[in-house]
């Protein structure tokens, strides 16, 4: 079975809700979740864990700093960002929605 991490809850249901939409569906295509308490734990985990397969982290809370340290790591590992700022208007033209998953 292949794991993936999920930064948080947030205590926000604008946050949480979709998160917990996410999880259900992830659950149901057989990925187990995991919930790291920080940065920290999740950089543990991803050293000690190679079925860890994907980390979906808020990119408001985390940002680069998460994806260079992740990258350290494991420099193929797929991270997800979530995102609910206005983004710049290149996004915007590309078709991104805010508060959208960015891949």
Not at 16 to 37: H, M, N, R, Y
Not at 38 to 61: A, M, T
Request: proline content about 6%; some cysteine; glycine content about 6%.
């Amino acid at each position: 079975m292949n794991i993936i991490a999920i930064m948080g809850p947030h205590g926000v249901f604008y946050k949480d809700e979709p998160i917990k939409e996410l999880e259900s569906a992830l659950v149901a295509q057989g990925f187990q979740i995991i919930w790291p308490q920080n940065s920290v734990d999740l950089l543990k985990f991803i050293e000690h864990n190679p079925r860890i397969c994907g980390v979906i982290f808020d990119w408001d809370e985390y940002s680069l700093d998460l994806c260079s340290d992740i990258n350290q790591l494991n420099e193929y590992l797929p991270l997800y960002a979530f995102i609910n700022t206005p983004l710049d208007d290149g996004c915007q033209r590309a078709g991104y929605a805010d508060g959208a998953l960015v891949f």
